[in-house]
């Protein structure tokens, strides 16, 4: 079945540098991409979305990346600030079943 | 005001006893599922439901049983609770299909004394 694994478990940046966060998967009919925030002590919120077709997202200062090739998917931070501060993590929709397969999150952490 | 209510937040519970962690959605979704966390396991996938029906079980002990007494509710009854057992457990919904969005309830936080 599909396997999701996502690097790196904890990140550290100063505050204006840029994060990534990557995950890869395995099964080629993946099918949905997400990924998710945590902020410390609250639940997960959908962060985006990102469709098989699509390989670039972008929202407010974060771009997710979409390498079908590879099997990867990225989320960059640009200019990082402390309310980035959470963990992240990415989930993958498969298309046989529906059934969403998590990677093990990364802690990021934004240093002044 | 939230859309996934999980009862109660917090929760401290004796070794050997039983709880019932209660979640109700109000989203109209026809898939609810239940998730832990803990420091061992950042995010685990417990069960999920739909339709009121068992979808997939990813919980080796059957101390854990999801209970389903109406199509926006599922309750997790956990026996013979264990300190190991300590986590926040997430309750979680979405509308079945492969590009819809999942929503987290705030999670219930169970220590085991």
């Known amino acids: 079945g599909e396997q999701v694994e996502q690097r790196p478990p904890h990140l550290s940046v100063r505050e204006g540098d840029s994060a990534v966060i990557t995950c890869t998967y395995t099964d080629p009919n993946s099918y949905y991409f997400f990924w998710y925030k945590q902020e410390p002590g609250a639940s997960l919120q959908l962060l985006m979305k990102v469709f098989s077709s699509t390989e670039i997202n972008e929202g407010q200062g974060f771009t997710v990346l979409l390498n079908k090739k590879d099997k990867r998917l990225s989320l960059n931070l640009t200019a990082a600030h402390p309310g980035d501060s959470a963990a992240y993590f990415c989930?993958?929709?498969?298309?046989?079943?529906?059934?969403?397969?998590w990677g093990s999150g990364t802690k990021l952490i934004i240093k002044p | 005001d939230p859309k996934i209510i999980q009862k109660p937040k917090y929760l401290v519970a004796v070794t050997g006893s039983e709880k019932i962690l209660i979640c109700e959605q109000y989203l109209g979704h026809n898939a609810m599922y239940w998730y832990r966390q803990s420091a061992k396991k950042p995010l685990e996938f417990m069960f999920s439901?739909?339709?009121?029906?068992?979808?997939d079980n990813q919980t080796a002990s059957s101390r854990f049983q999801p209970q389903s007494s109406k199509k926006n509710h599922l309750d997790l009854q956990i026996t013979a609770l264990k300190p190991d057992d300590s986590a926040t457990y997430f309750c979680?919904?979405?509308?079945?299909?492969?590009?819809?969005?999942?929503?987290f309830g705030k999670g219930t936080r169970l220590t085991v004394v």
């Open positions: 989930a993958v929709s498969v298309r046989s079943n529906y059934q969403l397969i």
């Open positions: 439901y739909s339709y009121q029906k068992l979808m």
């Open positions: 979680a919904s979405s509308q079945e299909g492969a590009n819809t969005e999942v929503f």
